[in-house]
């Protein structure tokens, strides 16, 4: 037995999942937490946050803070990779280099294992993260996404990419991270659609669409409403999400039309969308227009639409 047994369970020697095999195969003598421990911690943490602050002066600033403090544990694992990245850089050079000497051999070996124990810390840093993104939305009903850039997915969640690296890979047909790698289905809705009966039919829609092509990606702009409610079933069915944002400091009022030019050249297998709440209670409603324009869109480049709407009385 070893003595990490006996002393705090969130040290104990695992192998039951990728990170623990990974951190196990490492060869640092101190012990590395358990991917147990660290989503333990990344709930605990929020958990925290949300006590205090709730009911409290600073509960108006809730979001903010809820945010920022799953935006640093993103934001470490960012910097943490590129440590890794630039390490398998050396690497590259010493390998092409290398001259047999016992030097260079000891120099590859440092950086090989830099560039371990870097992807290990990144993928602790996203498994606190996660944990605390889905305590984040449980506490508050609200979903977290990354800010920019693509979002590598954990037992937690799935993964998250920019519209226009999936779009990237789409054209050139390139295997990789940034791959959506299967059918996209797209969905735009109205901010206001974001009531109980709204949350059931996008639901219905979006389980519709998953048993048409399980191996699904969600698209949507990451808008509030309707759009973040489909992210929250994305995130609880484990769909790849591609987000496709609204570029207002670029476009201006545009923002939202340009968006959907992106969605429609993620080439969707079909674009959904909820013009209005479904909800009764909402009289003389305004369609939502980008949500009306990604159905004319769709149906220009030979794309098929289904509009999400109420249940038949």
């Known amino acids: ?21 990974l951190s196990a195969s490492l060869g640092d003598p101190r012990p590395h937490p358990t991917q147990e421990a660290l989503v333990q911690l990344g709930r605990a943490l929020m958990t925290e946050l949300v006590d205090v602050i709730s009911d409290s002066a600073l509960e108006d600033f809730q979001t903010i803070l809820g945010e920022a403090l799953i935006g640093a544990f993103h934001s470490a694992a960012g910097r943490i990779e590129r440590e890794a990245d630039r390490a398998r850089d050396t690497m590259r050079s010493l390998d092409r280099d290398f001259d047999g000497s016992e030097a260079a051999d000891t120099e590859l070996q440092e950086a090989t294992a830099k560039a371990r124990a870097g992807d290990a810390a990144t993928q602790a840093c996203e498994l606190i993260r996660d944990a605390a993104s889905e305590t984040w939305t449980v506490a508050t009903g609200e979903v977290w996404t990354a800010w920019r850039g693509s979002r590598r997915g954990t037992h937690l969640t799935a993964a998250q990419l920019e519209a226009k690296q999936a779009i990237r890979a789409i054209r050139q047909r390139r295997s990789g991270e940034a791959d959506p790698g299967g059918p996209v289905v797209a969905f735009r809705g109205a901010p206001t ?3 109980a009966e709204d949350a059931g039919r996008i639901f219905d829609a979006l389980n519709w669409a998953k048993s048409e092509w399980p191996d699904m990606a969600l698209a949507t702009t990451g808008a509030k409403g309707s759009e973040k409610l489909a992210i ?17 400091d670029t476009h201006g009022k545009a923002a939202p039309f340009r968006a959907n030019d992106d969605l429609i050249a993620l080439e969707p ?26 159905g004319q869109k769709a149906m220009e480049n030979g794309v098929r639409h289904v509009s999400i709407k109420a249940r038949a009385a």
């Open 1 to 21: 037995m070893t003595r990490f047994n006996t002393s705090s369970s969130a040290f104990t020697p695992k192998s039951d999942s990728a990170f623990d095999d």
């Open 193 to 195: 659609a974001d009531s």
């Open 232 to 248: 929250k079933w994305a995130q609880q069915k484990g769909v790849t999400l591609i987000l496709a944002r609204a570029d207002f």
């Open 269 to 294: 297998e079909v674009c959904l969308t909820l013009v209005h709440s479904v909800a009764g209670v909402r009289e003389e409603q305004r369609p939502f227009g980008p949500a009306l324009n990604l």
